[in-house]
T-cell receptor, first 113, second 113 residues
Framework: NAGVTQTPKFRVLKTGQSMTLLCAQD?????MYWYRQDPGMGLRLIHY???????AKGEVPDGYNVSRLKKQNFLLGLESAAPSQTSVYFC????????????FGPGTRLTVT | GDSVTQMEGPVTLSEEAFLTINCTYT??????LFWYVQYPGEGLQLLLK?????DKGSNKGFEATYRKETTSFHLEKGSVQVSDSAVYFC????????????FGRGTSLIVHP
């Protein structure tokens, strides 16, 4: 099993450009999450999903949209990137009736200039 | 609401020194407790967990005991190695339907040869 994978690993955007980050998991997990990690701020939850076709806002959802059309994929979109969105983005997943822990992807480092 | 407080870092130690990273929590219900480790350039991975009071989680020489009376889950290792240099996150999740775990801000550990 590949676990949780993220695409791309690195990206540089100009202000105003758009992009989509892809998270994929092959563990048949129901729950998926998007976090951003900034120095001194720890992990902050952007959006999450409790199942295919459902999404919900986390702590810092502004400027981001998400979609969960397939159970194994969770997409994070930036419609108009801003320098404040420069960060490392992590995806995570968890099984509904498994252990309480999450499984994390390797991260995407995004720089907005 | 739920919260996790970790000691601020960085924690700098020499190889073979004893490690303690403090973690205390507040929770609205009965939590499961976790320590995650993030090695440089990687995502978080579960280090250990405990799901009920007085349980001890252990892995790779690290240990933490779930202390309900002091609402603590301190991470310890008897003899650290350079390869333990990483960021350590304490986290909790309250059982009974909560989808979202709560993370501390992380503690950076630097081990010198």
């Amino acid at each position: 099993n590949a676990g949780v994978t993220q695409t791309p690993k690195f990206r540089v955007l100009k202000t105003g450009q758009s992009m989509t980050l892809l998270c994929a998991q092959d563990m048949n997990h129901e729950y998926m999450y998007w976090y951003r990690q900034d120095p001194g701020m720890g992990l902050r939850l952007i959006h999450y999903s409790v199942g295919e076709g459902t999404t919900a806002k986390g702590e810092v959802p502004d400027g981001y949209n998400v979609s969960r059309l397939k159970k194994q994929n969770f997409l994070l979109g930036l419609e108009s990137a801003a320098p404040s969105q420069t960060s490392v983005y992590f995806c995570a997943s968890r099984k509904l009736d498994g252990g309480p822990e999450q499984y994390f992807g390797p991260g995407t480092r995004l720089t907005v200039t | 609401g739920d919260s996790v407080t970790q000691m601020e870092g960085p924690v700098t130690l020499s190889e073979e020194a004893f490690l303690t990273i403090n973690c205390t929590y507040t929770a609205t219900g009965y939590p499961s407790l976790f320590w995650y480790v993030q090695y440089p350039g990687e995502g978080l991975q579960l280090l250990l967990k405990a799901t009920k009071a007085d349980d001890k989680g252990s892995n790779k020489g690290f240990e933490a005991t779930y202390r309900k009376e002091t609402t603590s889950f301190h991470l310890e290792k008897g003899s650290v190695q350079v390869s333990d240099s990483a960021v350590y996150f304490c986290a909790l999740r309250v059982s009974g339907g909560s989808y979202i775990p709560t993370f501390g801000r992380g503690t950076s550990l630097i081990v010198h040869p």
